[in-house]
């Protein structure tokens, strides 16, 4: 499956930005879908996740509450609505189909990353 992820850009604190994810291949409704980040010199984690279905939903404790992850398997999207941000969202953001739910940071689709900066 292949991935391109959207949406990114420069922001104050206590803004909005909302990603995209948009995929194409095989059958997008056969993955549970995460958005990872990594900031500079930090490993890459986990932000949020939503199962196949659309009906689990995990996410960081850093973005609960903050974070809403979204999918339409008629469009083949997946959305992450950032509100609240601050600057330590600073990050590059991946969109990826899993592997695995409960989901971990182990999978073979990934797209090719969005920048988000949170001025303070």
């Known amino acids: 499956v292949q991935l391109q992820a959207s949406g990114g850009g420069l922001v104050q604190a206590g803004g909005s930005l909302r990603l995209s994810c948009a995929a194409s291949?095989?059958?997008?409704?056969?993955?549970?879908m995460g958005w990872f980040r990594q900031a500079p010199g930090k490993e890459r984690e986990i932000v949020a996740a939503?199962?196949?279905?659309?009906?689990?939903?995990y996410y960081a404790d850093s973005v609960k509450g903050r974070f809403t992850i979204s999918r339409d398997n008629t469009k083949n999207t997946v959305s992450l609505l950032m509100n609240s941000l601050k600057p330590e969202d600073t990050a590059i953001y991946y969109c990826?189909?899993?592997?695995?739910?409960?989901?971990?940071?182990?999978?073979?689709?990934w797209g090719q990353g969005t920048q988000v900066t949170v001025s303070s």
């Open positions: 990826a189909a899993l592997n695995n739910w409960p989901p971990t940071p182990f999978n073979d689709y």
């Open positions: 939503i199962h196949w279905s659309g009906l689990g939903t």
């Open positions: 291949g095989r059958t997008f409704s056969w993955y549970g």
